[in-house]
């Protein structure tokens, strides 16, 4: 009874609201602002929560906005959206051109912030009517780029007490007024390493009363990834590629060190997990075979999304309740990286793409200066963030007669 409701509540909400939405995202496009410096952005959002009769409560550092709906006993479930822009030229000839040169929103955060602004003023009015069972905690979280918003977010309690968390990133391959769902992992890890080798130098004549460090250097660079090859499954796709490598200065001299750079990939969280000291390991002993010295920096990235599949199942009925049958559609996991993956590592949730591309327009991509998206995803996102959240607090809260009559 009450999913069907909804949708019309959904309706006449958004009729009043989507403009104002358009207006705001617009407004955001226009003043980018850089990770851990979204102060203005920061300052529109929680004016225009407050405005709402919510308590916004603004992250210590100035940038990001926590604020619950709803109050009492039953569970929370969080909704998140990123607000940082990017440091490319936006490229775009359209009236609500970037105004900050150096900046744009080419990753999306302006529609993510938009949608989460509306839905937030969508609960506020379900939980003044008494609709809400439970809570709802909106995370406007700075800095997905760096990345290191989600840590900061955490770091100050922004999911203690939340029992799922769900999140939603503009994919322009696919048409809006659809959403893309998968199961387990949807985005990927990457992580950077530098490997430093030394070892006594000396005259090419006389490699014997070296290192050979250039030799070694050569041989960490081709058997440290075959190696890695053959000690973790395949399926987990953990590939180790250099990017940089220098050593040495003379064609007749063994020079004293060297190193390589490179970067590891990886689809599979448990494998991600394992990979630091696992690379240590084989570089310790292939180093070793050619009795040169290595160590290793490692540079931590972000995990995997890994979407968990019963709140996968709340976003794909969600979504079909609020935007009607056949509006979920296959997702494939992509090679990016997304900090949403640091919630997921302590408590269960999903994180969908939203369809931002016009039916027969152009394909954008994301982190470019031409991206753009067509704006009725705005109204779109709201749907599905609301009608998730709801799922979520009907599906995990007490049976009630409300709970039973949606089942
Ligand atoms: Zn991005
Ligand atoms: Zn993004």
């Known amino acids: 009874m009450r999913g069907r409701e909804l949708r019309g509540e959904l309706d006449a909400f958004l ?41 916004p409560s603004v992250l210590p ?33 359209v009236p609500y051109h ?67 968390i769900f999140g939603l990133h503009c994919d322009p391959r696919v048409d809006v007024g659809q959403v893309g769902l998968r199961s387990g992992p949807i985005t990927s890890a990457c992580d950077k390493i530098v490997v430093r080798v030394s070892g006594p130098g000396g ?81 310790e002993s292939v180093a070793g075979a050619y009795g040169v010295e290595a160590t290793l920096d490692y540079t931590r990235g972000v995990p995997p999304v890994v979407n968990d599949e019963v709140s996968v199942e709340m976003l794909a009925e969600a979504t079909e309740r609020a935007l009607g049958a056949g509006a979920v559609v296959p997702t494939q996991q992509s090679l990016g990286g997304e900090d949403f993956a640091w919630y997921l590592e302590s408590i269960p949730g999903a994180f969908a793409r939203l369809g931002t591309r016009s039916p027969d327009g152009l394909t954008y991509d994301i982190h470019q200066g031409t991206f753009d998206v067509d704006e009725a995803c705005i109204s779109m996102g709201v749907r599905v963030m609301a009608a998730t959240a709801l799922t979520a607090l009907w599906e995990v809260g007490p049976l009630d007669p409300i709970t039973s009559a949606i089942v």
Not at 23 to 50: C, G, N, S, V
Not at 225 to 252: F, I, M, T, Y
Request: aromatic share 4%; with cysteine.
């Open 15 to 55: 009729a009043e609201t989507e403009q104002e939405l358009v207006a705001f995202r617009r407004d955001l496009h226009m003043h980018p602002e850089l990770a851990f410096a979204e102060y203005r952005t920061t300052q529109k959002i929680a004016e225009r929560l407050a405005a709402a009769g919510l308590r």
């Open 61 to 93: 550092r100035g940038t990001g906005v926590i604020c619950d709906v709803g109050s009492g006993d039953g569970p929370t479930v969080a909704l998140r959206a990123d607000i940082d822009a990017l440091p490319l030229q936006d490229e775009k000839d």
């Open 98 to 164: 970037s105004t900050t040169a150096g900046s744009c929103h080419a990753c999306g955060h302006d529609v993510h912030t938009s949608v989460l602004l509306g839905t937030s003023l969508f609960l506020a009015q379900q939980a003044a009517a008494g609709l809400l069972p439970g809570r709802v905690r909106l995370i406007f979280q700075p800095a997905e780029e760096l990345p290191g918003g989600a840590l900061e977010v955490m770091a100050q309690g922004g999911i203690s007490g939340v029992d799922r």
């Open 203 to 283: 005259h090419t004549a006389r490699p014997h009363l070296t290192a050979d460090l250039v030799f070694a250097l050569a041989k960490i660079l081709t058997e440290l990834p075959a190696a890695l090859s053959r000690r973790v499954d395949p399926r987990s796709s953990l590939s180790l590629v250099w990017g940089k490598v220098e050593a040495g200065s003379a064609a007749n001299a063994i020079p004293d060190d060297g190193v390589a750079e490179g970067t590891v990939r990886c689809l599979d969280e448990n494998a991600w997990h394992a990979a630091p000291d696992l690379i240590k390991s084989l570089l």
